[in-house]
């Protein structure tokens, strides 16, 4: 990215509001609670729990419609659009709020590789929240929720694992426990962002593994963004062999649009 185009530059002005906020406290973090706080996004007054001004709320940008299979924007919402029809993913739904583009592409890209673990904070919340509120987002019975695992190595680096914080999140709002038991990550993988579309899909082959506990359950494979697809569908298809019953994939942002 360019240093001086809008994005960089709205990065660091988010970098800069939510130094100023502390709504999250996570476990590595000795953080207060302390009100007033700004808003995560312009750092503008609140004068509520909130962690977004309503204006910075109202411009994040939603998937209105979507394809219920794979969470694709479609004109007009559908059970399946025409690349599910043709190919089923190995899921059997996707619910995903918005679109990953700015401020939440921005959001998320901090929250990940630049530690701002106070965006998990804003992040989950909107996620858990979406899964409660929207009658179209709502989850049927689920078990468990399992998040994408991180190869060790990857998680040696990073310290902690962005999907496991975002599974944390919403199980503490939904009451369904994280599983960290169900699968792992058996090989590390090239970052899918930087294969191009049919790279994809061999790069993320035999990924992960899967436990025979997994078998009768229903699950929700949570991360932060979905991109083509194609690791939450490797990491669905050996849940399934493993024998979980439905499987849902639950995530913040939706992208390779
Ligand atoms: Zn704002
Ligand atoms: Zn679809």
Redesign the pocket.
Known sequence: MARGDPLHKSAGIIGMAVGAVKFYIHPKLTVSRAAPAACGLCGARLHDAADLCPGCELDLPRIENA??????PLPVA?E??????RRA?AFDR?RVPYLYRFPVDAMIRRYKFHQALELGGVLGGRLAAFLIREPEARPRRIDALVPVPLHVTRLRERGYNQAAELAGMVSARLGTPVRHDLCARTRPTESQARLPAAARAKNMRGAFTASPAAAGLRLAIVDDVVTSGETVNSLAKALRRAGADYLEVWALARAGL
Do not use: D, E, G
């Open positions: 394809c219920a299979r794979c969470a694709i559908a399946s659009c025409a690349r599910c029809t993913p996707c």
